[in-house]
């Protein structure tokens, strides 16, 4: 699951703004002098792209006076990393384009916070069953692969470069939970892997209609949050929405159960005798 062509693609948008930016140059101004159609810089520049092309590329290294060889092999191999394709390509149906689960493949940490269901990494086969017939799929041919997509996509939670995960869940999402899911958030915790619980003692707090991913990346890739919407996906990048959620993130880790609290609670759903 590493070496995420998502991840490579967004990482090279980042590093030609970056470039631009030292040279002073307007998106403008390059895209006159490369007489490209309008708005074709930006689109590379925010990451809204599929497949880099390697000319496009070598055109705007040649702009920017990048002349190390060092630093343009770099570059170019960032083009050939981009153009690969996933594992989740072959489930673009159940997927889409595949941003967020190509950004969570290569994550450092992965930090989630769910009100009413157990967060996707955390789903049994049973769960996510129920969860994809309750969004109205009633084929069970179509049913049958967005299950297995999800359970291929917890393979990122697997094997030595796996992320540290750490999940808030609020109560009410276990209460609708069923057991076999309950016992399996027990067993699958760990030295990388954690899970606390806001009970429904606490009322309303500040995230309660604000589900989010946190997502960290090595260096030099910069962290982002993805929230999802009922017909969107939105990716927030800039440092202050960073900030913004990092403040969110500590405010609800305090306000749930610590992780042994929390297992207490889970155990005591599972067999409330």
Do not use: C
């Not at 999402?173 to 699958?188: E, F, I, N, T, W």
């Not at 606390?196 to 707090?205: E, F, M, N, R």
């Not at 202050?240 to 759903?269: F, G, K």
């Amino acid at each position: 699951m590493s070496g995420s062509p998502t991840v490579r693609r967004r990482r090279l948008s980042n590093l030609l703004r970056e470039l631009r930016e030292a040279k002073g140059y307007t998106a403008q101004h390059v895209t006159d002098t490369l007489g490209w159609s309008r708005g074709k810089l930006t689109h590379i520049e925010q990451n809204q792209w599929k497949r880099p092309n390697r000319r496009d590329i070598e055109d705007l290294l040649d702009i920017y006076e990048v002349s190390d060889s060092e630093e343009r092999e770099a570059a170019l191999a960032l083009v050939k990393q981009a153009r690969q394709q996933g594992w989740w390509v072959s489930y673009s149906d159940v997927w889409g384009g595949g941003t967020f689960v190509g950004l969570e493949a290569e994550t450092r940490s992965i930090r989630t916070f769910e009100a009413l269901a157990v967060p996707g990494l955390l789903q049994t086969e049973e769960y996510a069953r129920a969860v994809v017939r309750s969004g109205g799929v009633s084929d069970e041919d179509e049913v049958d692969r967005r299950v297995q997509a999800r359970m291929i996509r917890k393979q990122v939670l697997t094997g030595p470069d796996a992320p540290l995960y750490w999940a808030v869940i609020d109560e009410a999402a276990l209460r609708k939970s069923p057991a076999g899911q309950l016992a399996y958030l027990l067993d699958v915790q760990g030295p990388r892997l954690g899970i606390q619980v806001i009970p429904d003692s606490v009322g309303p707090h500040a995230a309660l209609t604000a589900p989010f991913v946190l997502m960290d990346f090595p260096e030099p890739d910069p962290g982002a949050v993805y929230v999802s919407t009922w017909s969107d996906e939105l990716f927030l990048e800039k440092p202050s929405h960073l900030e913004q959620y990092e403040s969110l993130w500590r405010h609800i880790t305090a306000t749930a159960l610590s992780v042994e609290d929390s297992r207490a609670l889970i155990r005591s759903l599972i067999d409330p005798t």
